[in-house]
């Protein structure tokens, strides 16, 4: 069966591809299998969607000259180094990189503020024509094919996986769990039309929390026929985990009179030195600035993870929608599982009566203590709101973080660069490849601010002013120790 699918997925069934098993050419462009069409397919249908919206600014009648539209196709084309160099230059000069391309070129650029808005769609239309032109070159075209070697490696490398799972589980019993969940699951996501009363019921994390709790009996199911007759892959993985959790052993142990017994360890642990040698090399009044920075970021990432698990405890306790009995929602979630057959494999524990909701009066009582996650209904669109809470997890604040703090080039002619996280910002990327919108953000304030931490909020966020730590600029960290910290990550690194 898997070698079946692979070569369903893999095989290259094109008029080179036969010739060439053939003897008959040599082509190295034997053409693309099912899964690189697949691939190409659907990136060629956003180039389609993307080509539609310049032929719409084009034939706009405040549309930029020709001559504009020209130097900023050029400069799609320029490679990365150029494109760098103009970007920074952006960032230096205060101005869009539209009006930074076009005086590059010895272009005109007095333009009204509709035009430089269309000369910036574009721009920006352009640009994703090319990325997606380039992903379908080095996934179909690339020769050689490393796409369909890494996805024959890969299979070769998990077969054996594979057929010890096949061998432990009841796998037809697990693919009809796993269809019901899927069922389940986009049931739920399902934003339903507008009723009689004219609300949109949207679903809420509480209600994918009780989906979970509600399927999660075929996920132990699976788990404990897994660990019961599968020994072998059981211990792979568990040689697995220990293997992993040893590179994080401490190789050296601090003196006594560095550590407190109720105290947990806060150093570097084997990096430590290293990290200290490096410091010990930097000029004196680079030294001096570095403490303070440091003390800023150890106490705002306290903050962080302490937010994160308040987040995390309100996620997990948060309500479901409070939608009507008839609606398909409250059907999904309050239905019991579908009985499943009596497994045949031996040695296999037979299955439990199925189980329905366990959204009990304890959990509606923790529940009313916290605020909800997101909005439950939504009375004026059928578009879905969503707020800028960057979710449960210290890391995914941290990626949060990187992803507001970039760059953007200013809407308008001139201006400073603005940063991902502004409203405007935020807004646009919401805008889908056709032109439509995909979600509309709850904001109050002008910025989606990520950098700061309000713990003292259920469900974090950051739409008040109490309890904020804000994020301390750790450039000067970076630029003094970046480069050898890097370095000593490489050497540390290597197994060879």
Known sequence: MINALVKIILAKMSVTGLTNWIGLTANENDGMNLLQQIISTVLHWDIRDLESRISKIEKEKLRPDKEVLNALNDYVKLDTDKQDKLRKHSQTSSNSIVMTILADAGKPSDMKEETHKLAMDFLSCKLSIRDRKEIVQVACYNRPDHLTASVRALVDAYEPVIRQFHDAVDLSDTVADFQAFIIDMLKVSRIQPPGKDGTTIVPTVGDFIQLLRKHQYSSHKFIHQLCKNGKEVTQWYLDWAKQAAAQFRRKSQRSKDD???????????????????????????????IPPILDQQTKYLDEMHASSLHRLSSVLHSAPT????????????????????????P?????????????????????????????????????????????????????QDLL?????????????????????????????????????????????????????????????????????????????????????????????
């Open 259 to 289: 550590q407190d017994e109720n105290e947990s360890p806060r150093d570097a642990g084997d990096l430590t030195e290293p990290l200290l040698d490096l410091f010990k090399a930097l000029p004196s009044e680079t030294r001096s600035s």
């Open 322 to 345: 409070t939608a009507p009995k008839s609606s398909t929602l409250s059907k999904v979630l309050n239905s019991a599982l579908p009985s499943s057959r009596p497994s045949s494999r």
């Open 347 to 399: 040695n296999s524990r037979p299955s439990s009566p199925a189980r329905g909701s366990t959204w009990g009066k304890e959990q509606k009582e923790d529940a009313s203590q916290t605020s909800p996650t997101s909005a439950s209904h939504d009375t004026t669109s059928e578009i879905p709101h969503v707020s800028s809470d960057p979710g449960p997890g210290a890391y995914l604040s941290r990626w």
């Open 404 to 496: 507001d703090a970039t760059p953007i080039t200013p809407l308008t002619a001139s201006g400073k660069p603005t940063r991902a996280s502004d409203k405007a910002v935020v807004e646009k990327s919401a805008t889908d490849v056709d032109g439509g919108k995909t979600v509309e953000f709850e904001s109050t304030g002008k910025t989606l601010d990520a950098q700061k931490v309000k713990p003292s909020v259920p469900g974090g966020g950051t739409d008040g002013k109490k309890n904020v730590v804000k994020k301390p600029d750790a450039k000067v960290v970076i630029d003094a120790l970046g480069a050898d910290f890097r370095k000593l990550l490489a050497e540390r690194s290597l197994y060879w």
